[in-house]
Nanobody, 116 residues
Framework: VQLVESGGGLVQPGGSLRLSCAAS????????MTWYRQAPGKERELVAA????????NYADSVKGRFTASRDNAKNTVYLQMNSLKPEDTAVYFC??????????WGQGTQVTVSS
């Protein structure tokens, strides 16, 4: 089982990034996918979640209207489009795959730094 995040980097405030999380080794379409982030000295927090079929999403209040989660089940990939980035969005971003009553998997994370 693998979840591999990519797309992180350094961006100026107001900029955009698109994170990807490529899944392998399990039946991706059966799993809800969630993006989390963890800033230095802070607890990991939920950023965005998308249901297994992609029909429903929910977001942390801090990113609503700026971030969009999507998935391509044919490519076993989930995305996080991040617009209007702020310095407080700086964190390591992780993707998580979860199937109720079965378990979950985590990626290794990708660093996002928002700074001028």
């Amino acid at each position: 089982v693998q979840l591999v995040e990519s797309g992180g980097g350094l961006v100026q405030p107001g900029g955009s990034l698109r994170l990807s999380c490529a899944a392998s080794g399990f039946t991706f379409v059966w799993y809800d996918m969630t993006w989390y982030r963890q800033a230095p000295g802070k607890e990991r927090e939920l950023v965005a979640a998308i249901s297994s079929a992609g029909r429903s999403t929910n977001y942390a209040d801090s990113v609503k209207g700026r971030f969009t989660a999507s998935r391509d089940n044919a490519k076993n990939t989930v995305y996080l489009q991040m617009n209007s980035l702020k310095p407080e969005d700086t964190a390591v971003y992780f993707c998580n795959a979860r199937r109720p009553f079965v378990g979950d998997y985590w990626g290794q994370g990708t660093q996002v730094t928002v700074s001028s």
